[in-house]
């Protein structure tokens, strides 16, 4: 005897999508922010906290100056961080840079997402 609920379809219906976008929004939030708790641990300066891509719907500058965003398109995020390989680093706060910490901390920022 099938089971009672075994013809229905599995598709996704468009009330789905919301909470769908919520928890992949709050995985990509997780997964960001262990590279900016390590990153900041690290002394390493952190310029943008992003959720999503896209246009930027909220904007907020924290206390050490790093930016924190949401965008439109939930579907991912980054963390940038103070680094030679995106421009030239004040020499003031070379210590800060992503790409001056040792290889473990560099390390250990890639992998705490």
């Given at each position: ?13 468009l ?7 919520f928890?992949?929004?709050?995985l ?5 922010w262990?590279h ?6 690290c002394?390493?300066k ?15 500058i ?5 930016e924190?965003?949401?965008?439109a ?17 004040p ?5 800060q840079?992503?790409g ?9 920022i890639?992998?705490?997402?």
């Open positions: 005897r099938p089971h009672p609920h075994a013809c229905q379809s599995s598709r996704m219906s009330a789905d999508l919301p909470p769908f976008l928890a992949v929004a709050v990509i939030a997780v997964h960001e262990g900016y708790r390590m990153a900041r641990a002394g390493v952190v310029l943008r906290f992003s959720i999503g891509f896209g246009h930027v719907l909220w904007r907020r924290g206390r050490d100056g790093t924190f965003t949401l965008s398109l939930p579907l991912g995020g980054y963390v940038r961080m103070l680094d030679e390989r995106d421009g030239p680093v020499v003031q706060q070379r210590d840079a992503f001056q910490r040792p290889l473990r901390q560099r390390a250990a890639v992998a705490a997402g």
